[in-house]
């Protein structure tokens, strides 16, 4: 079958479960899309999203496009419960050594976003263009050290909150 988030072709309450990864932002009418995942779910509805309001981790400084990306894109927490009905919205900390490709699994490990394969499996980095300059700096400051040194807090821990948030109906 073949359809869109905006108009599922499925009756109500058909599965007991559903869930959308990462995908929320790229759907033409959000609002719709979720309401139709509520009408097509029985059971809870999971949602592994972006906070737009979360303070933006390294990366920003570099390639500050990204941030007014997500602030145009994301929708925000309190939306869920609007278009879902009653939420509850838990973080979701990335491990150090993520191994999915979206946009923060990479926050301990800066290099790969020099890796233009890497960057290739990024919605942002596709929408948002040219990014030569700030990954230009960004090799540089890995070059000499300075990322290093700026975030040096970063590089001991096991898991960060890049703002990722898992909002489940109740």
Not at 90 to 105: E, K, R, T, W
């Amino acid at each position: 079958m073949q359809g869109s988030a905006e108009d599922l072709p499925f009756d109500d309450q058909s599965f007991d479960a559903s869930m959308a990864i990462l995908t929320v932002h790229h759907w033409a009418n959000q609002e719709k899309g979720l309401k139709e995942m509520r009408r097509v779910t029985r059971g809870p509805v999971v949602i592994l999203t972006f906070d737009p309001s979360h303070p933006w981790f390294w990366l920003a400084d570099y390639i500050p496009e990204l941030v007014a990306l997500d602030e145009a894109q994301m929708p925000v927490m309190t939306d869920y419960a609007a278009w879902l009905g009653s939420v509850e919205i838990s973080p979701v900390p990335i491990p150090h050594d993520c191994s999915d490709g979206f946009l923060s699994a990479y926050w301990r490990r800066p290099a790969a976003y020099l890796d233009p394969n890497i960057r290739a499996a990024m919605s942002s980095f596709w929408t948002v263009g040219d990014v030569s300059e700030g990954l230009e700096k960004l090799a540089r400051d890995l070059e000499t050290g300075a990322w290093a040194q700026r975030y040096a807090e970063l590089l001991n821990l096991d898991a960060y909150d890049c703002g990722y948030r898992l909002a489940t109906t109740t």
